[in-house]
């Protein structure tokens, strides 16, 4: 990277700086980690600087994750300070939710890229769609499901993030609301969610990553680029609040579509790698 001309550098400096924004300010709004912003543009930058296709997708999710634990710790923090979250949820998903993060690094430690570029296609073409034609009166349920029901459910949250180096916040936000639960209060343990999963995650990335050092970048550990995460960590931890201001202050139905789009774009991005990769 620091052999690269000063026009590319200052082009990926500023990815990075507006990167960090957005994740910061998707936590605080959504409740969600940023990953679906965050895998993208870090995916951008480590082509740039010529890291190998057959670790840069596990490369892009593991930091993704590193970064998303200072962000979901303050977005979790400003919005418990507006008002009592129910934790029992939180409590509730924790083992499950950690299982499936797990299963999801031992696949990132084993799996080609192709699985992972394929999984983030297919979760961000389905959760863009919620958030481009789901309402408010759509419903699964008045109460929250019993045991087993939220258990599975937890379960798909980790796995789900793992795969696609996201907090799980846009996934746990669409179930909670599904069930009847209050918006501000599914974002919100949205958030706890995402730092629970974001510090699993971590480590099961950097543990699976040790078996591929010898291809990743300088500051590497595991799948994690420490460059990358000192780089856009404290900028999405910083702005982090600020989205959950807005969350109680705005009108959220015109981001919601905005968030929605990029999703879809996202997509089409790692469509068009994946067939050139065919």
Request: with cysteine; net charge positive; hydrophobic share 60%.
């Amino acid at each position: 990277m620091f052999g690269l001309p000063a026009g590319e550098l200052a082009m990926l400096a500023a990815l990075i700086v507006a990167g960090g924004a957005l994740t910061g300010l998707l936590a605080g709004l959504f409740g969600v980690g940023g990953g679906g912003v965050m895998v993208p543009v870090l995916y951008e930058i480590f082509r740039v600087m010529g890291v190998s296709e057959d670790v840069r997708i596990q490369l892009c999710v593991g930091t993704s994750l590193a970064i998303i634990v200072p962000t979901s710790m303050r977005s979790f923090a400003a919005h418990r300070a507006r008002g009592r979250l129910p934790t029992e949820i939180l409590r509730a998903w924790i083992p499950t939710v950690v299982a499936g993060v797990l299963i999801g690094g031992l696949i990132a430690a084993v799996a080609p890229a192709e699985i992972f570029e394929g999984a983030f296609v297919f979760i961000a073409i389905v959760i863009g769609a919620k958030f481009l034609f789901a309402r408010d009166s759509w419903r699964l349920g008045t109460q929250l499901p019993g045991r087993v029901a939220m258990a599975i459910y937890g379960l798909i949250i980790g796995l789900y993030s793992a795969l696609m180096g996201v907090g799980g916040g846009s996934v746990g936000t669409a179930i909670l609301t599904l069930y009847g639960q209050p918006i501000h209060a599914a974002v919100g343990i949205s958030a706890g969610v995402g730092l629970v999963i974001s510090t699993v995650g971590t480590a099961s990335f950097i543990l699976a990553g040790l078996l591929h050092q010898d291809l990743l970048p300088p500051f590497s550990l595991g799948f994690v680029s420490l460059l990358g995460v000192l780089l856009m960590a404290p900028i999405s931890a910083f702005v982090a609040p600020y989205g959950a201001r807005l969350a109680h202050a705005l009108p959220r139905r015109k981001l919601e579509i905005a968030f929605g789009i990029f999703l879809w774009l996202v997509a089409v991005r790692f469509i068009a790698s994946l067939v050139s990769h065919g």
